[in-house]
């Protein structure tokens, strides 16, 4: 069983940054794909990006359109941790941001790969 926890968010003015941050606890944390999604209020959750382990110690990194050139996803292994960067803001990023975490092949962008989820951090971007 793989236990999740997001921290990082906040309330933030447009153009700010914010690093959310997902800490797991349990499972081999370096082979497990790290997904971060997001729901805006009357929206459906959607996909913003993941790290994905691609043998090795290489990983695979993809994002949506909407966050390329401005979100960045990390991990740090040894603390068991992914990290999901966050700059330039606008009130569209406006969410609560969800990591997740998958051993499953397929593709990361799909919520019905991951196995396991975290509570949930909230962003808040004012104009």
């Known amino acids: 069983q793989v236990q999740l926890v997001e921290s990082g968010g906040g309330l933030v003015q447009a153009g700010d940054s914010l690093r959310l941050s997902c800490a797991a606890s349990g499972g081999l944390f370096s082979k497990y794909t790290m997904g971060w999604f997001r729901q805006a209020p009357g929206k459906e959750r959607e996909f913003v990006g993941a790290?994905?382990?691609?043998?090795?110690?290489?990983?695979?990194?993809d994002y949506t359109d909407s966050v390329k050139g401005r979100f960045t996803i990390s991990r740090d292994n040894a603390k068991s941790t992914a990290y999901l960067q966050m700059n330039r803001l606008t009130p569209e990023d406006t969410a609560t941001y969800y990591c997740a975490a998958s051993a499953q092949s397929g593709s990361a962008s799909v919520a019905g790969l991951y196995d396991y989820w975290g509570q949930g951090t909230q962003v808040t971007v004012s104009s």
């Open positions: 790290i994905r382990w691609i043998g090795y110690n290489a990983y695979y990194v």
